[in-house]
């Protein structure tokens, strides 16, 4: 089946790094998206990976292993603004995107 | 960048009523439009495809009689939830994707409405 992955919560500290991480099985792969999704809001896009590597975008970049099936996005300098969920989300070989539960990060002063 | 709306922000209505939401592309082509649901604190549950001029492909446990899907033109799909019970409170997002030149078949979602069936 498929199956995206990714923790529940996280809590880091205005200023800091944190980490979001994602694995993935798909059936075929298209491609890695990571959206931004504040509470009430609907999602908005930040990052794709369908190459190996690190693709770097202001304070957030994304990485990609296809090989482990695995993704983080890395949020430097966070800001209180920061607090949100982020959801991990794959487009199969049908291109069909299919979705984490989203991780909720905690910004504190 | 693509811009979807959709219509209205919210609704209120009375149980064993239907609400019609659209969904609309606005500065672009989308020949397929996804439509989600999302409970408080849970992430967002793809209830159909749409592409414009055919039937939409359902979701394993959505009710197409149900939830009524429309895609008439390519900016325009409507999803209609006839009979709505309380149950159906959520909050339904759209998405569309653009195919013209794009490097990638990005989604891009419109503001969603929360429907509260009282």
């Known amino acids: 089946g498929q199956n995206i992955d990714q923790p529940t919560e996280m809590t880091a500290t205005e200023g800091a790094i944190v980490q979001i991480n994602c694995t993935y099985q798909t059936s075929g792969f298209n491609g890695l998206f990571w959206y931004q999704q504040h509470a009430g809001e609907a999602p908005t896009f930040l990052s794709y990976?369908?190459l190996d590597g690190l693709e770097e975008k202001g304070r957030f970049s994304s990485f990609l292993s296809r090989s482990k099936g695995y993704s983080y996005l890395l949020l430097k300098e966070l800001q209180m603004k920061d607090s949100a969920s982020y959801l991990c989300?794959?487009?199969?070989?049908?291109?069909?995107?299919?979705w984490g539960a989203g991780t909720k990060l905690i910004i504190k002063p | 960048g693509a811009v979807v709306s959709q219509h209205p922000s919210w609704v209120i209505c009375k149980s064993g009523t239907s609400v019609k939401i659209e969904c609309r592309s606005l500065?672009?082509?989308?020949?397929?439009m996804f439509w989600y649901r999302q409970f408080p604190k849970q992430s967002l549950m793809l209830m159909a495809t749409?592409?414009?001029?055919?039937?939409?492909?359902?979701e394993q446990g959505v009710e197409k009689d149900k939830f009524l899907i429309n895609h008439a033109s390519l900016t325009l799909s409507t999803l209609t939830v006839t009979s709505a019970h309380p149950e159906d409170s959520s909050f339904y997002i759209c998405?569309?994707?653009?195919?013209?030149?794009?490097?990638?078949?990005?989604?891009?979602f419109g503001p969603g409405t929360r429907l509260t069936v009282l």
């Open positions: 990976n369908v």
């Open positions: 500065d672009f082509q989308a020949t397929t």
């Open positions: 749409s592409n414009e001029g055919s039937k939409a492909t359902y």
């Open positions: 989300a794959c487009m199969d070989s049908n291109y069909q995107l299919i």
């Open positions: 998405s569309a994707r653009d195919l013209g030149g794009r490097e990638y078949n990005e989604q891009f």
